[in-house]
């Protein structure tokens, strides 16, 4: 036996109702009618049992009516057998004993004579014989009997018995070939009387036959009961798991082959589970790769209707335009009918996006790439290149004009000028491929950096005495209190020297230029500052950029170079570099360096002290 237990079940609002939901499937089969297994089985029950009832009863009735007409002869058959048993044992023939022998039981009796086939003694009543009993055991001389049913004369359908003894008669009528008859009619009271048996062994066969059919009908019942319970209890254990419980199981306790299908649904159960377990993990897997992907994914249908967007895309969609939304429209339909296809730039407002569209079974999908910031660096790159090549194609060709002109220049005081120029060219190549050499090795993460404490102000006033060649009033201001950064001094001192020297570039003659070393929530900060030409607030977001040089700026002679690696150098020192500027006023160049926390706490517990 086994029962379903009941586990977190519920159905949908608005589902069907338990009667419709089994009426449903009838109208669907066009109103086919429904009958329960119990029916089926009581029926069952009760026609093999009214079958195996009629088929008894054909079979032993016939057994029952010649049992009961054997019944009713086996009297005269003993009757037989004991006068052959007397004769044997006395050899008495005297005319006494046979007729003392027939009153007992109720027998006609007679010496028959087989010749003449005539009574030659006997009871008056002895009328009727087989005559061919008679001759049979006076020629075999042995005792002979036959029942016959009469058919014709006033006894016709009466059942005659006879039996013949042959016998020496001499000694009683004095002839031979005479015999010993003993003959009993057995009269229609007696058929009568097999027929009442009959009757009634039918009717209580009959009587037994309803009982057996009621005993039938209830164990049927009872059985078709236990056992449509059981299966609707697996039918409704498996309605549950196609709802999605898959913590549904059956209880076994009788190991029939019932018992053996609830052992196989607890096993399929706890296989869908596993596997719905594994699946329901895998797409939670795809939703996290897909809802972290910084590429916008979107998934349509065959009309093109979206079915799946990531939150990229939804984000891009929301703030795309309609052009952009009908040109992915069109690639999504385009891969369709003409397999992966690619849209490498979309506009999409001030952005450039790359589709990838591929084609599924019962729609597509495509994948949109944010490509602004790529196609911005090659444009970088390019013109970058372009750049380069032509800032060390200015020095090469004039360092190859002066060769050409010093060939033929005999004047010593000229070849010396020239010879000046070409240094002056050679430096500024050298200086050129030197910045380019250092910018490509940053950007390739092949440069060294080697950290030690270094003591700012100590840095300033090395920076001062550096460019003190140039004879220009600088100056140098320390606020209290700021301690030592742990940071790559050779790197640091390259990267101020190249704001210290654009500071004396672009500022006039005998205007001083002042180093400040702050410090700013928990950063130290140095400053240079100028008085030169400033900077147009338009240019300041561009001024880092490789080969950029503020327009208008008369003194915008260098190479475009030297704060772009400024930059990176700060960049890479885990800095911050800060421009403030105004045209005719001067520019302010500020570096923010991060103080570490052994620097920030010997800081304060000294001035605690």
Known sequence: MFSARK??????????????????????????????????????????????????????????????????????????????????????????????????????????????????????????????????????????????????????????????????????????????????????????????????????????????????????????????????????????????????????????????????????????????????????????????????????????????????????????????????QEVLAKTRYSGPTTEPEARAGDRIIEIRAAPLEDGALAILRDVTEERRVQRAKAEFIANASHELKTPLTALSGYLEMLEDEEDERVRSEFLKDMRSQTERLQALARTLLDLSRLDANATTFRTEEVDLEDLLHALRRDFGYTGRPMSVHVDENVPPVVTDPTQLHRMLAILLDNALKYSNEGDPVALKLSREDGHAVISITDRGCGIPEAEIPHIFERFYRARGSSRADGTGLGLALAREITDHLGGEIRVQSHPGTGSTFSVALPLTSDTRDGQRSASLS
């Not at 006879?162 to 009269?187: D, Q, R």
């Not at 799946?308 to 335009?321: G, H, I, K, Q």
């Open 7 to 328: 586990r977190t079940f519920g159905e949908k609002s608005g589902s069907w109702p338990k009667a419709g939901r089994r009426l449903y499937p009838r109208l669907k089969k066009g109103l086919k009618p429904r009958v329960g297994m119990r029916i089926w089985l009581t029926a069952l029950f009760v026609l093999v049992t009214a079958f195996a009832s009629v088929v008894a009863y054909e079979i032993v009735r016939p057994i029952l009516e010649d049992t009961l007409n054997r019944a009713s002869q086996a009297r005269f058959e003993d009757v037989a057998e004991q006068f052959e048993a007397q004769n044997q044992a006395n050899n008495d023939w005297s005319v006494q004993r046979i007729r003392a022998f027939a009153a007992i039981r109720g027998l006609q009796w007679g010496i028959v004579s087989a010749n003449s086939g005539e009574k030659l003694l006997g009871d008056r009543d002895l009328r009727e014989w087989h005559a061919g009993v008679v001759k049979n055991a006076v020629k075999t001389q042995n005792p002979k009997m036959k029942i016959e049913e009469m058919q014709s004369g006033a006894r016709a359908g009466q059942i005659l018995a006879t039996y013949a003894v042959p016998m020496n008669a001499t000694e009683v009528t004095g002839e031979k070939g005479t015999a010993v008859v003993f003959s009993e009619f057995f009269t229609e009271s007696d058929i009568e009387n097999v027929e009442k048996s009959l009757d009634k062994i039918e009717r209580i066969a009959l009587l037994a036959g309803a009982l057996a059919l009621g005993l039938a009908g209830i164990a049927g019942y009872f059985a078709a009961t236990l056992i449509s319970r059981r299966i609707s209890r697996l039918g409704v254990a498996a309605e549950r798991l196609a709802a999605g419980n898959f913590d549904e199981r059956i209880e076994t306790r009788v190991e029939d082959e019932v018992g053996s299908l609830g052992a196989t649904f607890n096993a399929m159960a706890a296989s869908l589970k596993g596997a719905f377990e594994q699946i329901r993990h895998e797409k939670e897997r795809g939703s996290a790769i897909l809802d972290g992907m910084t590429d916008a994914v979107v998934g349509v249908d065959k009309d093109l209707n979206a079915v799946f967007l990531n939150p990229r895309a939804r984000e891009l969609l929301e703030s795309s335009d309609l052009d952009f939304q009908i040109r992915l």
